[in-house]
Every structure is written in C-alpha cells, then in structure tokens.
C-alpha cells in the first residue's frame, strides 16, 4: 500500500509540474493523532519511498520547514 501511494505522490508531483514534494511537519505525530507506533512507522516509511522515488525522476522530497508553513 505504501508503494502505491508513494508512486501516485510523485506521479502527481510530475503530472504538476512540481520540483519539490514537501512533507507535513511529522514531529509528536503521534500525540498529536492518537497514532499507534505502527502509524509512526508507516509515516516514516512512506517518506523514504516518496524520497527514493522522487530522486528517480529529481524531484526534491524535504519536511516543512517553519518558513514554507507560513503560507
């Protein structure tokens, strides 16, 4: 299930004409959804395939920072 939505990210990323897919701050993600750790595990996950796959075709795959979450 991961590879498929991290393949459907990145192919829209492409389809968009994106350079970068930004990834929500996952910091305390736990806490703050109520996640289990398996959840935490998951979230990791899907951001190093996104990661992996995005390289494949340059896109750029990086957290939010605080400036990018002003807007």
């Known amino acids: ?5 991290s393949n459907e990210l990145v192919a829209e990323a492409r389809e968009n004409g ?7 701050n996952l910091t305390d993600i736990r806490e703050r959804t109520g ?5 935490k595990w998951a979230f990791d996950r899907l951001y190093e395939y996104v990661e992996h796959k ?4 340059r896109l750029a ?7 990018l979450e002003a807007f």
Not at 1 to 5: N, S, V, Y
Not at 35 to 39: I, K
């Open 54 to 57: 995005g390289e494949e075709h």
């Open 18 to 24: 994106c350079l970068t897919i930004v990834f929500e």
């Open 35 to 39: 996640a289990s750790w398996g959840h």
């Open 1 to 5: 299930m991961l590879h498929r939505i």
């Open 61 to 67: 795959v990086s957290p939010s920072s605080s400036e």
